[in-house]
């Protein structure tokens, strides 16, 4: 976390804001002067990224949401854009990871995977795109992970989620793509460096795991692409990781 943020202009929304990535993205945007939308279940979650973000001098509202409850996100959204305005800028960083056999997730554990690793990312999309359109402008991103290209044993539920979500994210590009509106996926393809990888014990070096910070810098960057190079999908994982 680096220089003290500008004064703010512009408005991010980062679903999926706790720990780790999310709160590497809430910082890098409001470093640039975005006041940042802050959106995840948990609101202890939020208030300690919130907190971070208000001490570095950036600026950060709490919206404790259900992404996968489509009246909760609606309310969610209109509160952000009465206070602040509406989106220049929608990150949707939510996502539910669990390992286990197909015969050992029941309906009810697939259907909630898929809710949160995919009809989340369509609830948002409805609730920030219409202002987007009208402006002519704005910037749509989705993360996505390996499973996102690829089904693996034991990971039939996540991989069916994120398989949607990519597909979202394709189909949204060509569609708004023309009307002004950047829509990319990235393919996250290795481990994020948080505290919660540390307490499952992973036993990676620091090379072998991917910098929060150094994950927002890049999402800033698809965000400030020129339209006349925008990328769909990016794929990053750490230098050691085999793909």
């Not at 002067?33 to 208030?47: K, N, P």
Request: with cysteine; aromatic share 8%.
């Amino acid at each position: 976390m680096g220089t003290t943020a500008k004064s703010a202009t512009k408005v991010a929304a980062v679903v999926g804001a706790g720990p780790g990535l999310g709160a590497a993205l809430a910082w890098r945007f409001a470093r640039e002067g975005y006041t940042v939308g802050l959106f995840a279940r948990s609101e202890d979650s939020l208030r300690k990224v919130q907190q971070m973000v208000h001490e570095a001098g950036g600026s950060a509202s709490l919206y404790p949401t259900d992404a996968t409850d489509a009246g909760a996100v609606s309310e969610s959204f209109a509160r952000l854009r009465e206070e602040h305005g509406a989106p220049d800028v929608c990150i949707y960083n939510a996502g539910l990871f669990r390992m286990a056999g197909f015969l050992e997730t029941s309906p009810e554990d697939f259907d909630t995977s898929w809710r949160i690793n995919c009809l989340g990312g369509v609830l948002c999309a409805r609730a920030v795109l219409p202002a987007m359109v009208e402006r002519g402008r704005g910037t749509l991103l989705f993360t996505g992970a390996t499973a996102s290209l690829r089904g693996g044993p034991r990971s039939a539920a996540f991989a069916t989620g994120k398989f949607g979500l990519r597909a979202l994210a394709q189909s949204l590009a060509r569609e708004f793509g023309p009307r002004g509106i950047h829509v990319a996926h990235v393919v996250i393809d290795g481990v994020i460096d948080t505290t919660r990888t540390h307490a499952r014990g992973a036993l990676r070096q620091p090379a072998e795991l991917l910098s929060p910070d150094a994950l927002a810098e890049t999402y800033w960057q698809l965000h400030r692409q020129d339209p006349s190079a925008w990328t769909q999908e990016l794929d990053v994982r750490p230098a050691p990781e085999k793909f």
